[in-house]
């Protein structure tokens, strides 16, 4: 054995240095020399004996702690294992409940925060600026004929009932930030931005929900399978519940919105519910006097509903702004639009009755993104079956622009 | 290290730690030579193996079988418990000094020779740390180089180059 040492010692020294191979004699004296004590170390065999006892002992008592600690983890798992399954119960299950469904993460209450007077600056207003929800356009280019528009002396206005303040749209980022951080603290992200989810059912024919947090909006649409033109026979009252049905089905707060309407046109396959906007319990137009909506489609062959367009859930910020507060400022503002009429085309008369007052929905361009602003306006229907409304925006400051 | 050697750590860092006791009969006698060699004295030496079989037992679950040998690993315990031993006592460790010093006890007395002793200590007193190192490591622990460059934390050229210049110089002073 001792000889084989030798052998690889020496081996290993002359592949590094072959020269040596010639005092091969002296440095076999010099290994066996040092080999010689290596002989001469020996060991007490009780030590061994003891200190094998002892690494037996810290065996025992390792394994007594191992099995200790996998107990206790084995016991922590199983708690925590209860605990978890009752969080889960506890808080996802309203989530998944048909009953109690949350899915819409959306706040439902109209949140409107009041700022200082004219907090907005100037708002100037022009006639493309309306909005009727689907585009603006101007009366003028709109119409197709040329209208004189004549205040009926028969009703009284009474602009103490008329709104004062402007309601401006905000990103609902906070209200979002507000239901998520109950979950997750999105504070903790750099420069996080949402702007919209997209969720769709998992399910034949399902429905998709497109939630728009930069605007405020939802719309739920179903992905339709082939088209059937044939159409039942369905009152507008079945239509009405139809509608109502799918509403309280997906328990979508509608406290933002009036009574709906039916627009059923007979030739088509999809009839419309539509739900009109209140903000502070004013109704809100567009330029031409129609409703901002929250629309509903039936599909008339299929009796469902098959989308929903213009659910607003935006928070608004509002400021008092000073407003047209006689009758005398709606005169001249009617007769400063009677005089841009051509005088060689005809004229057709159209009478302004009952009025009321709302808001008037309106984009201001700005640098960046264009701002929506909800205007005090008064509206008048008219005996003209084109334009059965009118709509004329009370800011002071429009009037005093346009009318001088 | 054998397949077997490396079935018995497996079973020990899976829990199965009465495997511990094969290894340490395997390694018993060559950390005692190893920590005696060191140290020169009977008592100290025990402690510290037994201070280094304990101190395995306890980290074997750490212990990376794909990199290392466990002989390796177990003579960096023992050379680690020697420094400490040396450092608590604010001791240099030099293995010519504590030949000399222990020169009346059992690491020499065996060596009958007053000729042989005396080269034997000559030998050693001239040589550097790494060097003497190397020369117990490699001719009476009968390490490989592979062993030995993972124990003292060098590259086996540079082990085999050490290990060259002490034989040289040991022959320089036999001359």
Same mark, same amino acid.
């Given at each position: 054995?001792?000889?084989?040492?030798?052998?690889?010692?020496?081996?290993?020294?002359?592949?590094?240095? *072959?020269?040596?191979?010639?005092?091969?004699?002296?440095?076999?004296?010099?290994?066996?020399? #040092?080999?010689?004590?290596? %002989? !001469?170390?020996?060991?007490?065999?009780?030590?061994?004996?003891?200190?094998?006892?002892?690494?037996?002992?810290?065996?025992?008592?390792?394994?007594?702690?191992?099995?200790?600690?996998?107990?206790?983890?084995?016991?922590?798992?199983?708690?925590?294992?209860?605990? $978890? $399954?009752?969080?889960?119960?506890?808080?996802?299950?309203?989530?998944?409940?048909?009953?109690?469904?949350?899915?819409?993460?959306?706040?439902?209450?109209?949140? #409107?925060?009041?700022?200082?007077?004219?907090?907005?600056?100037?708002? *100037?207003?022009?006639?493309?600026?309306?909005?009727?929800?689907?585009?603006?356009?101007?009366?003028?280019?709109?119409?197709?004929?040329?209208?004189?528009?004549?205040?009926?002396?028969?009703?009284?206005? %009474?602009?103490?009932?008329?709104?004062?303040?402007?309601?401006?749209?905000?990103?609902?980022?906070?209200?979002?930030?507000?239901?998520?951080?109950?979950?997750?603290?999105?504070?903790?992200?750099?420069?996080?931005?949402?702007?919209?989810?997209?969720?769709?059912?998992?399910?034949?024919?399902?429905?998709?929900?497109?939630? &728009?947090?930069?605007?405020?909006?939802?719309?739920?649409?179903?992905?339709?399978?082939?088209?059937?033109?044939?159409?039942?026979?369905?009152?507008?009252?079945?239509?009405?519940?139809?509608?109502?049905?799918?509403?309280? !089905?997906?328990?979508?707060?509608?406290?933002?919105?009036?009574?709906?309407?039916?627009? &059923?046109?007979?030739?088509?396959?999809?009839?419309?519910?539509?739900?009109?906007?209140?903000?502070?319990?004013?109704?809100?137009? &567009?330029?031409?006097?129609?409703?901002?909506?929250?629309?509903?489609?039936?599909?008339?062959?299929? &009796?469902?509903?098959?989308?929903?367009?213009?659910?607003?859930?935006?928070?608004?910020?509002?400021? *008092?702004?000073?407003?047209?507060?006689?009758?005398?400022?709606?005169?001249?503002?009617?007769?400063?639009?009677?005089?841009?009429?051509?005088?060689?085309?005809?004229?057709?008369?159209?009478?302004?009755?009952?009025?009321?007052?709302?808001?008037?929905?309106?984009?201001?361009?700005?640098?960046?993104?264009?701002?929506?602003?909800?205007?005090?306006?008064?509206?008048?229907?008219?005996?003209?079956?084109?334009?059965?409304?009118?709509?004329?925006?009370?800011?002071?400051?429009?009037?005093?622009?346009?009318?001088? | 290290?054998?397949? +077997?050697?490396?079935?018995?750590?497996?079973?020990?860092?899976?829990?199965?730690? /009465?495997?511990?006791?094969?290894?340490?009969?395997?390694?018993?006698?060559?950390?005692?030579?190893?920590?005696?060699?060191?140290?020169?004295?009977?008592?100290?030496?025990?402690?510290?193996?037994? +201070?280094?079989?304990?101190?395995?037992?306890?980290?074997?679950?750490?212990?990376?079988?794909?990199?290392?040998?466990?002989?390796?690993?177990?003579?960096?315990?023992?050379?680690?418990?020697? @420094? /400490?031993?040396?450092?608590?006592?604010?001791? @240099?460790?030099?293995?010519?000094?504590?030949?000399?010093?222990?020169? /009346?006890?059992?690491?020499?007395?065996?060596?009958?020779?007053?000729?042989?002793?005396?080269?034997?200590?000559?030998?050693?007193?001239?040589?550097?740390?790494?060097?003497?190192?190397?020369?117990?490591?490699?001719?009476?622990? @009968?390490?490989?180089?592979?062993?030995?460059?993972?124990?003292?934390?060098?590259?086996?050229?540079?082990?085999?180059?050490?290990?060259?210049?002490?034989?040289?110089?040991?022959?320089?002073?036999?001359?």
């Amino acid at each position: 054995m001792e000889e084989k040492i030798k052998e690889e010692i020496l081996n290993d020294l002359y592949e590094t240095d *072959s020269s040596l191979k010639k005092d091969e004699a002296e440095i076999l004296k010099i290994i066996t020399l #040092i080999l010689k004590t290596k %002989n !001469k170390v020996s060991y007490n065999n009780d030590y061994f004996g003891k200190l094998k006892k002892e690494i037996i002992q810290a065996i025992d008592k390792e394994k007594t702690s191992f099995e200790r600690k996998h107990l206790f983890y084995k016991h922590l798992s199983y708690s925590l294992a209860v605990v $978890c $399954c009752c969080f889960l119960i506890i808080f996802l299950y309203p989530l998944f409940s048909q009953k109690d469904s949350k899915v819409l993460v959306v706040d439902n209450s109209q949140i #409107i925060e009041s700022t200082y007077p004219e907090a907005f600056g100037e708002i *100037s207003i022009t006639k493309k600026d309306f909005v009727d929800g689907r585009g603006s356009g101007d009366i003028s280019i709109m119409s197709e004929h040329q209208y004189k528009y004549i205040l009926n002396d028969d009703y009284e206005i %009474n602009f103490d009932l008329a709104p004062t303040e402007v309601y401006k749209t905000m990103p609902s980022f906070n209200n979002f930030n507000r239901n998520i951080n109950e979950i997750i603290s999105l504070d903790s992200f750099e420069n996080l931005q949402y702007s919209h989810i997209s969720l769709t059912e998992n399910k034949e024919s399902p429905f998709s929900l497109y939630i &728009n947090y930069l605007n405020g909006s939802l719309t739920i649409s179903k992905t339709m399978g082939n088209i059937n033109s044939d159409i039942n026979n369905i009152s507008e009252e079945d239509i009405l519940s139809l509608a109502n049905n799918f509403i309280n !089905k997906h328990k979508i707060n509608i406290d933002r919105y009036a009574s709906p309407y039916i627009n &059923n046109n007979l030739s088509s396959s999809i009839a419309q519910v539509f739900y009109p906007q209140l903000i502070d319990n004013y109704l809100v137009y &567009n330029d031409r006097g129609g409703f901002n909506s929250l629309q509903i489609d039936i599909d008339l062959n299929k &009796n469902e509903v098959i989308a929903l367009y213009n659910y607003n859930f935006n928070p608004y910020q509002a400021s *008092s702004y000073p407003i047209v507060n006689n009758k005398e400022h709606i005169q001249k503002y009617l007769n400063k639009l009677n005089q841009g009429n051509d005088p060689e085309q005809e004229l057709l008369e159209l009478n302004l009755i009952k009025p009321s007052f709302g808001l008037l929905k309106t984009f201001v361009p700005t640098d960046s993104v264009s701002e929506t602003f909800h205007v005090p306006a008064i509206i008048f229907e008219t005996d003209n079956d084109f334009q059965n409304k009118f709509v004329i925006p009370l800011l002071l400051s429009y009037h005093i622009e346009d009318v001088n | 290290m054998s397949q +077997e050697e490396k079935e018995i750590i497996i079973l020990c860092q899976k829990g199965q730690l /009465d495997n511990f006791v094969v290894l340490y009969e395997k390694y018993f006698k060559k950390i005692y030579a190893y920590v005696f060699f060191k140290v020169g004295q009977q008592s100290i030496t025990e402690d510290i193996v037994s +201070e280094t079989f304990l101190q395995a037992l306890k980290s074997i679950k750490g212990f990376d079988i794909k990199k290392a040998y466990f002989s390796a690993w177990l003579y960096k315990i023992s050379q680690n418990k020697v @420094n /400490d031993y040396y450092r608590k006592r604010k001791i @240099n460790y030099s293995l010519d000094e504590i030949w000399e010093l222990r020169a /009346d006890n059992n690491l020499l007395e065996e060596v009958q020779d007053k000729e042989e002793k005396d080269l034997l200590y000559k030998m050693i007193k001239d040589l550097k740390k790494s060097q003497q190192e190397i020369i117990i490591l490699r001719v009476l622990q @009968n390490l490989s180089y592979k062993e030995i460059s993972a124990v003292i934390h060098k590259s086996e050229g540079a082990c085999k180059m050490i290990f060259k210049r002490a034989i040289k110089k040991l022959k320089k002073q036999i001359d």
